[in-house]
């Protein structure tokens, strides 16, 4: 298996909350934890909230449509179940998306 790295795009199997059966689909690696990922969902869908990161450079970035990264949807998944890697995140959308981190994602107790 190819060197995952925090920053990378990759294709991950991602198993359905049921247990019963998967979908591939883009996934932007946010940290390593041990033989687990932690990810964001990346989607083709226009943004919907204010933890949806619109990407500028997700051509030079391995994706192939204009994409956003969902930081409302986190998984965390054994490496295994990352396929390919596509690419990596530029510097740019980087900020982008630490800056929307640090505003929005916290505990709501």
Known sequence: MMSIQAGDFWIA???FTIGL???KRPVLVLWLDGDDA???VVTSATPRSQ???PLSDWTISG???ASTVRLSRLDCLEKSLLLAKIGSISDADA???LEIWNLYI???F
């Open 13 to 15: 199997e991602i198993p």
């Open 21 to 23: 059966g998967s979908k």
């Open 38 to 40: 932690v990810v964001a």
């Open 51 to 53: 933890t949806d990161v």
């Open 63 to 65: 994706l192939r449509v």
């Open 95 to 97: 900020q982008d998306i």
């Open 106 to 108: 916290k505990p709501q």
